[in-house]
């Protein structure tokens, strides 16, 4: 998609120099569209296009969770995790 500018050596790889912003965020667009966020859904101010943060060691409790919307009842419309 041309977030990057070259196909540079791991250390350099992700520098600021060797990333289009421009790119990132039409990226970024794409892929909150692709997930179901309106494309008027604005980004936040600070890191907008952030997708993946890896700044710091976390685990997940469970490795994966199915949520899904109650469809009857007096709950109809509701969040619910599976």
């Not at 540079?8 to 992700?14: C, I, M, R, W």
């Not at 970024?28 to 943060?53: M, N, Y």
Request: glycine share 8%; charged share 20%.
């Amino acid at each position: 998609k041309g977030v990057l500018r070259a196909d540079l050596p791991s250390a350099e790889l992700l520098t600021a120099a060797n990333l289009d912003e421009d790119a990132l965020m039409r990226l970024a667009r794409q892929v909150a569209t692709i997930v179901g966020l309106p494309e008027s859904t604005p980004f936040c101010d600070v890191h907008p296009a952030k997708l993946f943060d890896f700044s710091s060691r976390a685990r997940c409790a469970a490795p994966f969770r199915v949520l899904g919307v109650k469809g009857a009842g007096p709950g109809r419309g509701s969040a619910l995790a599976v």
